[in-house]
């Protein structure tokens, strides 16, 4: 089955700086890879998907990048805000014929952003 | 996108005995699923709860300790049996499909669950 790994584990950076998280995956027939937010007693909330068909997607300071030959996606976080600092997970499942398989997540990456 | 509720938002309970979780989406949804997420932990997937028939369990989780219900489009219930301090945990809905896009899955607010 899929296997999603994360990377750091934890990041520290200085407010206005750049951030980026790395997953990689496993299984070379996922074709859906969306981030996560999760701040401090609240709910994951979506922040940025990717499909396979597409190499990065952006939204404002969000980006995302997907390489599916190395199997390996990233986000990048520019001029970071305190608001920023939450635990970001990726995700990687397989969706066919308008059906979604199950989201299997990386293990977190707690950022942390210096005013 | 939709909007999700869970009951109850937190619970104190005894060990060896049931706690039912309810979820309730605001508008028809294809895919619903449970998840479990320890403190400081990432989400694991409980199953995939399946409008009129059984819910799929991953591997580690059994029908006979989380018992599911999902009696139609925009409702279900995960039970939590015969509780031990383990099952101590923040329990989380998803729901995908319908009009939230048939990629996408969001997540209810969870019920945080503490076993004595």
């Known amino acids: 089955g899929e296997n999603v790994e994360q990377h750091p584990s934890t990041l520290s950076v200085q407010e206005g700086d750049s951030a980026v998280i790395k997953c990689t995956y496993s299984?070379?027939?996922?074709?859906?890879f969306p981030w996560y937010k999760q701040e401090l007693g609240k709910r994951p909330q979506l922040i940025i998907d990717i499909r396979s068909n597409v190499g990065e997607k952006k939204d404002q300071r969000i980006a995302v990048t997907l390489n599916k030959t190395a199997k390996h996606f990233s986000l990048h976080i520019t001029e970071t805000q305190p608001e920023d600092s939450a635990v970001y997970f990726c995700?990687?499942?397989?969706?066919?014929?308008?059906?979604?398989?199950?989201?299997?997540f990386g293990k977190g990456t707690k950022l942390s952003v210096k005013p | 996108s939709a909007v999700i509720s869970q009951k109850p938002s937190r619970d104190i309970c005894q060990r060896g005995t049931s706690l039912t979780i309810q979820c309730q989406v605001d508008?028809?949804?294809?895919?619903m699923f449970w998840y479990r997420q320890q403190p400081g932990q990432s989400l694991t997937l409980i199953a995939t709860?399946?409008?009129?028939?059984?819910?799929?369990?991953e591997s580690g989780f059994v029908i006979d300790k989380f018992p599911i219900s999902r009696p139609n489009l925009t409702f279900s219930t995960l039970t939590v049996s015969n509780m031990s301090p383990e099952d101590s945990s923040i329990y989380l809905c998803?729901?995908?499909?319908?009009?939230?896009?048939?990629?996408?899955?969001?997540f209810g607010p969870g019920t945080r669950l503490t076993v004595l």
């Open positions: 508008s028809q949804v294809t895919m």
């Open positions: 299984d070379s027939a996922s074709n859906y």
């Open positions: 995700a990687a499942t397989l969706i066919y014929g308008g059906s979604q398989g199950n989201l299997i």
């Open positions: 709860a399946n409008q009129g028939s059984e819910a799929t369990y």
């Open positions: 998803s729901v995908g499909g319908g009009v939230t896009g048939a990629d996408t899955q969001y």
